[in-house]
């Protein structure tokens, strides 16, 4: 007889439970893991303060604002909006987001398609650039304009030689607000331009196309509904900014009071219900922002569905 006797079969780790375990023994599901909030009592409990903090913080103060615009009636409330003074403030707002937003577009889509589409040297810096304004105080931004475009500052002799202004006056409040919402399109199309990846524009330059037409049909029909929240969000921002603005625009007025400035002087001179109407229009805005989101997230929802592509 062989010394060697042949190899056995190892025995599984399940066999071997059931061999070790005590005949009859009925085996149990392992139990479930508690997680904080899944009680109902804790679940309540924290539904219950994100309602009252969201009340508290947001709805209570927007309901205050229309309260108190409409004390004295729909009379008093319209002629809060007839002084000369209001008027040119809200189309100076008017005007100055008429010019911002094209340019923050523009600016939006040429940065996303550079960070997106391309690899290069400084590309990291470019992306911390663009999302510079959102780490910098708006107060500070408006500071360094004046330290560069003010009469004491960098370019203010060669500016005043040349009769040229630009602090205290529309074209500051122009640059002012250019860089407070510099990031806002970017930021939206950045990310969504990346997910899709750059196999479509590769498809459309073997078979002939150039940058712009590819660009034009191409591109920017997969990032539109990104591109017009962007958008949205960028004109919110340019109507109800102040820090920037208040410190470059000198605060003249009926010359260079937008909106919120304005608001804040008709509160210093007394007239709260004139200052609470004039609020009525931004906070409009910023409602009409959100329906506005609400409606392209679900329109976008939708293309993703449909067609299976990363979506904002």
């Known amino acids: 007889m062989s010394d060697h ?37 804790t679940r309540a409990l924290l539904i219950g303060s994100v309602l009252f903090v969201t009340a508290l913080v947001l709805v209570v103060p927007l309901l205050a604002i229309f309260a108190e615009a409409l004390r004295h009636g729909w009379g008093a409330y319209l002629t809060s ?34 960070i997106a589409k391309f690899r ?30 003010g009469a004491q500052g960098l370019l203010g002799p060669f500016l005043e030689a040349h009769d040229i202004k630009i602090m205290f006056a529309v ?23 990346i997910a899709q990846g750059s ?26 509904f990104a591109l017009l929240y962007g958008a949205a969000l960028c004109n919110a921002r340019v109507m109800g900014e102040f820090g920037a603005v208040s410190v470059v625009s000198g605060n003249i007025r009926g010359q260079t009071n937008t909106l919120p400035l304005q608001i804040e002087l008709l509160y210093q001179d007394n007239n709260a219900i004139a200052a609470f109407a004039v609020a009525t229009v931004l906070t409009a805005v910023a409602l009409v922002t959100l329906v506005v989101k609400a409606i392209i997230e679900r329109l976008d929802a939708a293309r993703v569905k449909a067609q299976g592509r990363p979506g904002h």
């Open 5 to 41: 006797s042949s190899p056995q079969p190892a025995a599984t780790t399940s066999s071997a439970t059931t061999s070790s375990a005590p005949f009859g023994a009925v085996s149990h599901p392992p139990a479930r893991r508690i997680r904080v909030g899944d009680g109902p009592r």
């Open 81 to 114: 909006f007839a002084a000369p003074d209001t008027q040119y403030a809200m189309l100076l707002t008017l005007c100055v987001a008429l010019i911002v937003v094209p340019i923050n577009i523009g600016f939006g889509i040429a940065s996303a398609w550079c």
């Open 120 to 149: 290069f040297r400084g590309r990291n810096l470019l992306v911390a650039l663009v999302e510079l304004p959102f780490s910098i105080s708006p107060i500070i931004a408006g500071v360094a304009y004046l330290f560069v475009y």
């Open 171 to 193: 074209p500051g409040i122009v640059l002012a607000s250019l860089f407070v919402t510099a990031p806002f399109v970017a930021r939206e199309l950045i990310p969504l331009m």
């Open 199 to 224: 196999e479509e524009e590769e498809a459309a330059v073997t078979l002939g196309a150039g940058g712009w037409r590819i660009l034009r049909l191409v591109t920017l029909p997969n990032v539109r």
